[in-house]
């Protein structure tokens, strides 16, 4: 059932995606500048889009009749029609005021998506013949859509209300950006698998909801991404949330991450020696500063302990002094003593009252992911110490 789900979803988002994407095309004083610039660089990012007129109204204009379709899928997205207005230029870079599009359904077999309330204002549109790598990239003010749902079988699988996302530029180049989804939800009642659904109903999360908040800075210079909060919240379970700080994110290695994907898809089902040698020499260019991932539970870890004792026929207590005698020695393998301490007293912190748990990376100077992929497979054990990790509960 998930599989097939999956697969579903895959075929029916494409459109919607396309959809989301399209304020990113806008452009121009003249309809036929705004066409032959839209067109451009929706090819540059492996989407052909087609329409079948384009109408001048006031200050901006109307794509008529719009529709996409990606490279390595069959079949175009019908979209409709788009309105672009107060475009105005600065320099050379087009800038679009406002940009709204219509309510959008798909279906397919059983499956239908659902997106309603898409717009974006200040989207700003350079140069697409340049070799600039930053004229491939699409900035703007604001982008929100008020509703997308995916629907199967006669009931709502997955909904996201109130997407927010926008952006502001510094004085010194660098952005600031931020977003939120102010309601999701998922409906895991669908499931089918006999396991699974008995886990998901003993947990009483047949519907998961929440929100999503998320800021961060980017300076294209130097490819510098620091992002400061990405939590993902859940009604009665708790929330996950991270941060990150890397650098050689730049508008270059976008570009070049791009060529090979879609080389990737290209060869789909043949020899990618040569593409993931090629991702691997790329990822030396990214430099990972730091990050950090906690939990701050919100009931979850009391639920998964009574669940589990009811399955053994036990106390929550048996359960949590279980996995406190287990876990060195699972973590003995890694063959590094201090984290084993480390982790073990953190864990058993947060079991005797769950509150948080956080772990930290924080190395002493910047490391580029291959030389961390590497040691990985060779020395495991110094891994923590390369990276500064630490671990703390209830912080």
Do not use: C
Request: proline share 4%; net charge negative.
């Amino acid at each position: 059932m998930m599989t097939y789900l999956k697969s579903k979803l895959r075929s029916l988002a494409i459109g919607g995606l396309v959809l989301a994407a399209l304020p990113q095309m806008a452009h121009a004083q003249s309809a036929a500048e705004v066409g032959e610039r839209i067109k451009a660089i929706f090819a540059h990012q492996g989407i052909q889009l087609s329409w079948t007129g384009v109408t001048e109204q006031g200050d901006g204009l109307v794509l008529q009749g719009v529709s996409a379709a990606m490279e390595g899928l069959d079949g175009a997205a019908p979209i409709g029609d788009v309105a672009l207005s107060d475009i105005s230029r600065d320099g050379d870079t087009i800038v679009v005021g406002s940009v709204t599009m219509p309510g959008y359904n798909r279906t397919q077999d059983d499956m239908t998506l659902s997106i309603s309330g898409v717009s974006m204002t200040g989207l700003q549109l350079p140069e697409t013949g340049s070799a600039d790598a930053m004229n491939t990239v699409m900035f703007y003010d604001s982008a929100d859509i008020g509703e997308l749902t995916f629907y199967g079988g006669g009931q709502e699988i997955v909904a996201i209300r109130q997407l927010h996302a926008e952006m502001e530029a510094a004085d010194d180049g660098s952005y600031t950006f931020g977003g939120a989804v102010e309601e999701f939800s998922i409906n895991l009642a669908m499931v089918d698998d006999p396991q699974s659904k008995a886990v998901i109903n003993a947990l009483g999360y047949q519907t998961l909801k929440g929100y999503v908040e998320m800021t961060g800075t980017w300076d294209p210079q130097d490819g510098r991404l620091i992002l400061d909060q990405y939590d993902t919240s859940i009604t009665d379970a708790g929330t996950i949330g991270m941060t990150l700080d890397i650098s050689g994110y730049t508008p270059q290695f976008i570009q070049a991450l791009r060529d090979i994907q879609t080389r990737m898809a290209a060869t789909e089902g043949q020899d990618q020696s040569a593409q993931s040698m090629a991702m691997l020499g790329l990822m030396q260019q990214i430099n990972l500063h730091g990050a950090t991932v906690r939990f701050d539970d919100d009931k979850l870890t009391d639920k998964v302990l009574s669940f589990v004792a009811a399955q053994q026929g036990a106390q929550p207590s048996d359960i949590k002094n279980q996995a406190k005698a287990v876990l060195p020695f699972a973590l003995a393998q890694v063959g590094n003593p201090e984290l084993t301490a480390a982790v073990s007293a953190a864990v058993n912190t947060f079991l005797d009252n769950p509150e948080s748990l956080e772990i930290r990376i924080a190395p002493a100077n910047p490391i580029p992911f291959a030389l961390l992929a590497a040691g990985a497979m060779t020395a495991p054990q110094s891994l923590p110490q390369q990276l500064g990790f630490g671990i703390a509960a209830n912080e």
